[in-house]
């Protein structure tokens, strides 16, 4: 007996972190067949596959208070809205953690074709936990976007240190201290998009995968979301050109130091060459020789 069919439509966005997910994130969620959550990473399969604790108890009642409640203004909130957006909260306090929890998360889907879930830790699923999970879905689809090595890796570090509190370790930090940062796990296995890549084709089929590259997204916005469109089936919609020219969780403006890119050129190589064999066209420019910008 097969599996039953928990999801009825699944969209994913799988990252790479500081590779415009949000700023897709942001947009898809004025297309009317699309239907977010609350919560724009949940990290359920993450939890899942990789991490039992990432979705704790503890964590979520932190998420709970410091994200979802008492964050509106009693004089102009609309009571509707923050009812339904309590009910959400609830549901992602329940018990257990499975894969009822995770389709409830979306009790407000009403006609909607996909329910969508942009966590870039998905990006780090084994690839045996794809196929489970597409058997749960009646329609799934798997949206990886990548930047250039180089310029990701400086503005994930910029955006880190930024949240942390520690935005003076950019200029203080020399070469070694930079190289260990990067070199953290948390912060590096972003940037291995060859290992990336291997595991989501192995784990699913070529209709349920779409690989973009964030240079040719900024480079042609409504050619690529028409692109995301047709990939998931759906109506083109005209996106206002206010949301398309918005900028969201950018890093703090500071020049890239110059020994920067040759830190990690040996590696920007080696994933060059593993993305190219992967079938992709590697953009113009992808090098650890860029120009050193903001």
């Not at 998905?122 to 690839?127: F, K, M, V």
């Not at 469109?229 to 500071?254: C, M, N, W």
């Amino acid at each position: 007996m097969s599996e039953p069919r928990l999801f009825p439509g699944l969209f994913l966005s799988v990252g790479a972190m500081k590779a415009g997910t949000t700023w897709l994130y942001a947009v898809l969620a004025r297309h009317p067949a699309l239907h977010f959550a609350m919560e724009k990473e949940i990290h359920y399969f993450y939890h899942r596959f990789v991490n039992p604790g990432q979705l704790s108890e503890a964590y979520r009642l932190r998420e709970a208070r410091n994200r979802y409640l008492f964050r509106f203004d009693p004089e102009k909130a609309n009571i509707d809205v923050i009812r339904a957006n309590l009910r959400w909260v609830g549901s992602y306090l329940e018990r257990p953690v499975d894969d009822y929890w995770y389709r409830n998360l979306f009790h407000m889907r009403d006609g909607h074709a996909y329910a969508c879930d942009f966590s870039n830790l998905h990006a780090q699923l084994p690839r045996e936990a794809w196929p489970q999970t597409a058997r749960k879905c009646d329609r799934l689809r798997v949206l990886f976007t990548m930047r250039d090595p180089v310029q990701r890796l400086w503005s994930h570090t910029k955006f880190h240190l930024q949240i942390t509190g520690h935005l003076d370790k950019l200029d203080s930090w020399g070469p070694e201290e930079f190289n260990e940062f990067i070199r953290r796990p948390h912060i590096w296995v972003n940037a291995e998009y060859g290992v990336i890549l291997r595991n989501l084709r192995a784990g699913l089929t070529p209709e349920t995968l779409k690989v973009l590259f964030y240079e040719d997204l900024h480079a042609d916005q409504r050619a690529t979301l028409r692109g995301i469109e047709d990939f998931l089936g759906i109506p083109a919609f005209d996106y206002p050109q206010s949301v398309l020219d918005g900028r969201f969780t950018e890093s703090v403006k500071h020049r890239m130091p110059v020994f920067f890119p040759d830190l990690v050129a040996s590696d920007v190589r080696r994933i060059c060459k593993e993305v190219a064999a992967e079938g992709y066209s590697i953009p113009a420019g992808w090098s650890a020789g860029l120009p050193v910008g903001a």
